[in-house]
């Protein structure tokens, strides 16, 4: 939706959209840990004896300290916002009206959304994910195709689009809190504890240091392309970010499907059915993930130009989405090792990784935006990725499951490598003119070479494969 966004909104309004976006990558800050803490505590104590009156317990008093939280913000905003919308913004055309009332309902649904981090934790951890998973299609249809409808037919207005996603935020927190209070049996009104969040603080806060440091990590070179960059470039840096950042995107689903599991099953003492499922998911990861990478790789310029029909921000974007894609393919599958600690409750390998790996890898990056620009961040980034991958990924499974890194090197994540790199020398060899198809029969031939792999890349994991021909054999 971005390009249509801009399109209708125009690009001071969209910078407002982009500021929000912003705004809730930092919302770790607000969290504290808390959301995830909730999914670990939830899995570990659904199905122990009062396990769901503890339960209720926390989520009342995470609640009240996410309302002291929202007081606070909104104390902030309301006699501050008047310096961000002046001071902080360019704004040429927009009304510095318009700007602080965006400004005030981007922070009450960001207040919204912190609940709803909380509530989608529990949720998790009672393991509901493919309810969650059916919502979440519905609700980002509404808030994605259904703001196009509303800005291309309706009303341009930025204030508009705002209101708009401020109702679709109520909607989502009502549902989600309803969801999570219908699985907790009815009580007698339970307090709020400060002892309760104790209890969990010290695994919270350092939930809540590696998540606010890898943001700073993760978003350094982008901070730092905004200022060194022309602003034109820029715009067509922040479409290999989102195509990238679609790649990590993809293993979220997965993480939040073995997360619980494998916290339950490790408190219960099930050590190597927990190990299973990381070996599953790390495959099913591996398929997923190296299959996405390859044809975005092989097909880069093209999907770019599909997307945007813009072909100077196609040609500019292509040699820099290549470099990121690859970097965050192994973001995606070296992070499942965080499931262990986890699962395990034991985050201190973590935070020290934080503490002292991302203040060295800084100055690196600084030095390659400063010289080489969005080329030497795309190479800087993959090749940061790649050392953690040879690593840190090691050192983990040393700590929590030893002997079994060269299984998930070899076993779990080869195959799918291997396999990809063949069909990607083969197809690198078809000389296919896509400028004699329409943008939509381009994008059939992509997906369709995209179909080819993933589906040979599943078929290359025996469980995979087998289960595939056990359902079509029942068809």
């Known amino acids: ?272 059915m927990a190990l299973n499922i990381y070996h599953k998911g790390t495959k099913f990861l591996s398929a997923i993930v190296i299959s996405v990478a390859t044809i975005i790789v092989l097909f880069s310029y093209n999907i770019l130009h599909i997307w945007t029909d813009d072909i100077e921000a196609s040609i500019w974007a292509e040699p820099v989405l290549i470099w990121y894609v690859i970097g965050n393919a192994f973001v995606a599958i070296w992070s499942i090792q965080f499931n262990l600690q986890y699962a395990y409750g034991n985050l201190k390998y973590d935070v020290r990784f934080h503490t002292f790996f991302i203040p060295l890898s800084l100055p690196i990056i600084y030095f390659a935006v400063v010289n080489y620009g969005a080329i030497g961040a795309g190479i800087t980034w993959l090749a940061i990725q790649i050392i953690i991958f040879l690593v840190w990924a090691p050192f983990i499974h040393l700590k929590f499951a030893p002997k079994i890194h060269k299984i998930w090197i070899f076993e779990d994540i080869f195959p799918s490598l291997i396999l990809s790199s063949m069909f990607a020398y083969v197809v690198s060899s078809i000389e296919i003119n896509f400028s004699q198809y329409s943008r939509v029969e381009s994008l059939l031939i992509i997906l369709s070479f995209g179909f080819i792999l993933l589906l040979g890349n599943i078929f290359i994991y025996k469980e995979f494969r087998t289960r595939i021909l056990n359902y079509v054999s029942r068809l």
């Open 1 to 272: 939706m971005l390009p249509f966004y801009l399109k209708y909104l125009g690009p001071e309004p969209y910078g407002l959209v982009g500021f929000f976006t912003m705004t809730i990558s930092w919302m770790a800050l607000l969290d504290m840990g808390l959301g995830s803490t909730i999914l670990r505590e939830t899995a570990r104590l659904k199905n122990k004896l009062d396990g769901l009156k503890k339960i209720k317990k926390l989520i009342r008093s995470v609640e009240f300290f996410f309302i002291i939280v929202s007081i606070g913000l909104i104390v902030v905003i309301i006699s501050s916002n008047n310096v961000i919308a002046n001071d902080w913004f360019n704004v040429d055309k927009t009304s510095i009206s318009t700007v602080q009332k965006s400004i005030n309902i981007m922070m009450i649904m960001l207040i919204f959304r912190l609940f709803v981090g909380l509530y989608q934790g529990a949720i998790i951890g009672f393991e509901f994910q493919v309810w969650l998973n059916i919502f979440r299609i519905i609700i980002s249809t509404f808030k994605f195709i259904g703001a196009f409808f509303l800005v291309k037919y309706i009303s341009n207005d930025i204030l508009d689009f705002f209101i708009y996603q401020l109702c679709l935020a109520i909607i989502e927190f009502l549902v989600m809190k309803h969801k999570v209070y219908n699985v907790i049996p009815k009580t007698d009104f339970i307090y709020p504890s400060i002892e309760t969040i104790k209890e969990v603080l010290p695994f919270s806060l350092s939930l809540a240091y590696t998540t606010i440091t890898w943001i700073i990590f993760s978003q350094a070179d982008k901070l730092l392309l905004s200022h060194y960059l022309p602003l034109s470039e820029f715009g067509y840096f922040a479409l290999v970010v989102a195509i990238s950042g679609g790649i990590v995107q993809i293993s979220l689903p997965l993480v939040q499907a073995i997360q619980p599991r494998m916290a339950a099953l490790i408190e219960d003492g099930k050590i190597l």
